[in-house]
């Protein structure tokens, strides 16, 4: 097992955008399809998962005894993050949780806090192009322009950079299924925290 960018795309074991994860505080931000917290505690790392939802947080617990390792869960909206102390965390992994977040820059500013200098922020989300190629009808066509169900990148970066953060890698990632896909369909970046 891996950690999880999106389905049928290529994950963490390829990508290596974490690094080694042993003796490091893992945060996992917010739960969008299967849980990393697991992989992470397995791979050594003290993991932490912060969801607005109960029933996410309680499948993470289940999931982490049958495992047999230990998850720490905090559930929250995703910018509360007051429970963890400043410059503590050495990685965050948020994979595909920011679409649901209304006020991004704000999650933003509580990551760079909790995070140590120089530590990653690694960000999946649904690509902005693909969404584009979602409608058939003319009548629809609106729904699909470019940034209607995603943020464009151009607004990822600029909230990124002036939440003092350098994005320093970016994958546009195909679905495996099909040889021939027309446009990428999640978009992984690292994101390093700058200054305090």
Same mark, same amino acid.
Request: with cysteine.
């Given at each position: 097992?891996?950690?999880?960018?999106?389905?049928?795309?290529?994950?963490?074991?390829?990508? @290596?955008?974490?690094?080694?994860?042993?003796?490091?505080?893992?945060?996992?931000?917010?739960?969008?399809?299967?849980?990393?917290?697991?992989?992470? #505690?397995?791979?050594?790392?003290?993991?932490?998962?912060?969801?607005?939802?109960?029933?996410?947080?309680?499948?993470?617990?289940?999931?982490?005894?049958?495992?047999?390792?230990?998850?720490?869960?905090?559930?929250?909206?995703?910018?509360?993050?007051?429970?963890?102390?400043?410059?503590?965390?050495?990685?965050?992994?948020?994979?595909?949780?920011?679409?649901?977040?209304?006020?991004?820059?704000?999650?933003?500013?509580?990551?760079? @806090?909790?995070?140590?200098?120089?530590?990653?922020?690694?960000?999946?989300?649904?690509?902005?192009?693909?969404?584009?190629?979602?409608?058939?009808?003319?009548?629809?066509? #609106?729904?699909? @322009?470019?940034?209607?169900?995603?943020?464009?990148?151009?607004?990822?970066?600029?909230?990124?950079?002036?939440?003092?953060?350098?994005?320093?890698?970016?994958?546009?990632?195909?679905? @495996?299924?099909?040889?021939?896909?027309?446009?990428?369909?999640?978009?992984?970046?690292?994101?390093?925290?700058?200054?305090?």
């Amino acid at each position: 097992m891996s950690i999880w960018y999106g389905n049928h795309v290529a994950a963490e074991s390829e990508l @290596r955008l974490c690094g080694d994860l042993t003796g490091k505080r893992v945060l996992e931000l917010g739960i969008v399809g299967p849980s990393n917290a697991v992989h992470i #505690a397995q791979s050594g790392a003290k993991s932490l998962v912060h969801d607005p939802h109960a029933h996410s947080i309680t499948a993470v617990r289940s999931a982490a005894e049958r495992a047999e390792v230990k998850v720490e869960c905090h559930q929250g909206e995703l910018a509360d993050l007051g429970w963890a102390t400043s410059a503590t965390i050495d990685l965050v992994i948020a994979s595909h949780s920011l679409t649901t977040v209304d006020d991004v820059p704000r999650v933003l500013r509580q990551v760079h @806090r909790v995070l140590r200098i120089g530590a990653p922020f690694v960000v999946a989300i649904g690509h902005p192009v693909a969404a584009m190629f979602g409608g058939e009808t003319t009548a629809r066509m #609106a729904q699909y @322009r470019y940034g209607a169900n995603t943020l464009p990148f151009s607004d990822l970066y600029m909230m990124f950079e002036r939440s003092n953060f350098h994005i320093d890698t970016v994958h546009e990632l195909t679905d @495996r299924r099909h040889r021939d896909w027309v446009t990428p369909s999640v978009m992984a970046l690292r994101a390093r925290k700058v200054g305090n």
